[in-house]
């Protein structure tokens, strides 16, 4: 795999990652206390925590573009 291929993998897998770990442990504001900031919804996370889930989705799309490149690699070598 090329390093722009790779690259490109990288990116798509970097996206599904962070989307598949968006919703992981969000807490509305209307839950516990009922406590909503005046001005948004109910339902916006008290707490996102995007750098944490920035970084889960990063280590996620290295195990995913590693993982495309060792069934990448020995079907371009087979051919």
Known sequence: ???????VVFVISWW???FCVLP???QGQFEDDGEVV???EE????E???KKKAIWAT???VVLTA???FIVVPWLAAS
């Open 16 to 18: 599904l990652s962070f």
């Open 43 to 46: 339902g916006a996370p008290k």
């Open 24 to 26: 992981i442990g969000v």
């Open 48 to 50: 996102p925590m995007i």
């Open 1 to 7: 795999m090329d390093p722009v291929g790779a690259l």
């Open 38 to 40: 005046e001005g948004t």
């Open 59 to 61: 280590i996620g799309a």
């Open 67 to 69: 993982l495309a490149h």
